[in-house]
């Protein structure tokens, strides 16, 4: 069974930089599709990174050029999304979530990690 584990939140200055981490249980290595997503409340939730089993990321619109998705080069089961400049509007709860490759749904997720941004 997959599990996921997110972390890294916090509260900033606007400006500031946060790195969220997503360590993953129970996968074969480089099956999963993996992604970040962010809701605020009141909003919507929304997908904000994803990288696929080739490593090729995409970005919202919103975070292209702050955030940045990886795979930890060490241990392999561990993503990553380094997030710079931040904003207030940035303020969310982050999840990390996974799917097989191919798949169109993400259908494990992480717990959720707070993350503040303060003007």
């Known amino acids: 069974q997959v599990h996921l584990v997110d972390s890294g939140g916090g509260s900033v200055q606007a400006g500031g930089s946060l790195r969220l981490s997503c360590a993953v249980f129970?996968?074969?290595?480089?099956?999963?599709?993996m992604a970040w997503f962010r809701q605020a409340p009141g909003k919507e939730r929304e997908g904000v990174a994803t990288?696929?089993?080739?490593?090729?990321?995409?970005y919202a619109d919103s975070v292209k050029g702050r955030f940045t998705i990886s795979q930890d080069n060490v241990k392999n089961t561990l993503y990553l999304l380094q997030m710079n400049s931040l904003k207030p509007e940035d303020t969310a709860m982050y999840y990390c979530?996974?799917?097989?490759?191919?798949?169109?749904?993400?259908?494990?997720w992480g717990q959720g990690t707070q993350v503040t941004v303060s003007s």
């Open positions: 129970g996968y074969t290595y480089n099956s999963y599709e």
């Open positions: 979530a996974a799917r097989p490759a191919g798949w169109e749904e993400y259908n494990y």
């Open positions: 990288i696929d089993t080739n490593g090729r990321a995409a």
